[in-house]
């Protein structure tokens, strides 16, 4: 079965420092890895979708990064705003025909000033 | 834009009540998904649904069952509301073919089964 393990749990950062979020997966046959942010009480915002290994998606102080094995959102000078949970998923060959995602548990990210 | 909106933010019901939690986009999406997400559990889909009249269950179906009559709509039902079905019900929607898509979430509602 198609599984993701996001870490860490919880990860609290001062304004400025820079850091890495994990996220590791176990699919058969990825078709697309996909970042979102979720901030309290909302539903999750799309971030980026990478393919395959190798690639790099950006977006202001977020790059997403994906091995063949996990992918990594470094953080580089985050800010207070930055602050919430971002969740990872893949879509691998078996869900791709109905567009099915497995979610991971999400890394709560709190940034303090 | 995309945009998933669901009918409503918040609901309190009494146990045993029939419950309809409605899901409407606008992007003309084959795919359209119910989640429920309580703490520590992440989101777990509930049902989905590819085409309209078409279902298929995910995880945690039991309690629950789904309607989708239209492409741009589709429906949770909650037959006999319990208090262990209080969460954060979601829905997405994705478009459906041979690339990979994302999934857009609607803003959630908040449901409370007392």
């Known amino acids: 079965e198609d599984q993701v393990t996001q870490s860490p749990e919880a990860l609290r950062l001062q304004e400025g420092e820079s850091s890495s979020l994990n996220c590791s997966y176990t699919v058969s046959g990825l078709r697309g890895l996909f970042w979102y942010r979720q901030d309290p009480g909302k539903g999750p915002e799309f971030l980026f979708t990478?393919?395959?290994a190798g690639e790099e998606k950006e977006k202001e102080r977020l790059k997403a990064t994906l091995t063949k094995k996990e992918s990594f959102l470094h953080i580089t000078a985050p800010k207070p705003e930055d602050s919430a949970t971002y969740l990872c998923a893949v879509q691998g060959v078996r869900g791709s025909t109905l567009g099915r995602l497995y979610f991971g548990r999400g890394t709560q990210l709190t940034v303090w000033p | 834009d995309v945009k998933v909106t669901q009918s409503s933010r918040y609901l309190v019901k009494r146990t045993g009540e029939k419950v309809f939690l409605e899901c409407v986009q606008d992007m003309d999406h084959e795919n359209m998904f119910w989640y429920r997400q309580d703490p520590g559990l992440g989101l777990r889909l509930i049902y989905f649904?590819?085409?309209?009249?078409?279902?298929e269950k995910g995880d945690i179906p039991e309690g629950y069952s789904v309607s989708r009559e239209k492409k741009e709509r589709f429906s949770l039902i909650l037959e006999s509301a319990s208090t262990n079905q209080t969460s954060m019900y979601l829905c997405?929607?994705?478009?459906?073919?041979?690339?990979?898509?994302?999934?857009?979430f609607g803003p959630g509602t908040r449901l409370t089964v007392t």
């Open positions: 997405a929607s994705s478009f459906r073919g041979g690339a990979s898509y994302e999934q857009y």
């Open positions: 649904s590819y085409d309209v009249k078409m279902k």
């Open positions: 990478l393919y395959s």
